[in-house]
């Protein structure tokens, strides 16, 4: 039980930092449009522009600040972080994704040890496959990138568990090229 809340809060912890990283690009925006960079301001701001500008950098600062204490403390309680995305399946195996990783969970309907199954993990491929009975549970290329030597392999009874950290902080739409691409509420 514990190591699921451990889980469940460096998902949180992942999903601050990848916030602080989009709050920072929308800072230096912001900065960027305060002092003429990008382009002028409309004439709709008026003579109160600097002021206006000035408060919108110094409420974004403070956002990044609350975010960046949230990720180090992340005191949150995992239910209450609605923007982490719920477990996809598909038949035999099912997956959930943080920004940094992600989980794939396959069901180990052979029993197998660790010594009959055989897994390989490239940095665009993967494969994951009875040596007993040669059944491949899992192959495919990747969506992206990931860091495949740091890829962890736990059989845990009837499921057969890897966590693969993402090369790219980014969301994925899809774990293996051919499968759909998830929809929004997913």
Not at 17 to 22: E, F, Q, S
Not at 114 to 139: C, D, G, H, M, W
Request: hydrophobic share 40%; aromatic share 8%.
């Amino acid at each position: 039980m514990a190591a699921s809340q451990d889980d469940d809060e460096s998902a949180i912890v992942d999903e601050a930092i990848r916030l602080c990283v989009v709050t920072d690009d929308l800072l230096r925006i912001v900065k960027e449009r305060a002092v003429g960079l990008l382009h002028p301001w409309d004439d709709s701001l008026g003579a109160d522009a600097p002021e206006k500008v000035m408060e919108d950098i110094i409420e974004t600062n403070n956002f990044i600040s609350l975010m960046r204490d949230f990720a180090e403390n992340h005191t949150v309680p995992f239910s209450e972080a609605p923007w982490l995305q719920e477990k996809v399946s598909y038949g035999h195996y099912s997956w959930v994704q943080t920004v940094s990783k992600f989980d794939v969970e396959i069901q180990n309907d052979e029993n197998l040890t660790s010594s009959q199954l055989f897994v390989k993990v490239a940095p665009r491929n993967i494969l994951v496959q009875s040596r007993v009975t040669q059944k491949i549970y899992l192959e495919g290329s990747l969506f992206q990138k990931c860091e495949a030597a740091e890829t962890t392999c736990v059989i845990d009874g009837s499921k057969i568990k890897l966590c693969i950290k993402k090369a790219i902080i980014s969301w994925w739409d899809r774990l293996i090229v051919s499968e759909p691409k998830l929809k929004a509420n997913n």
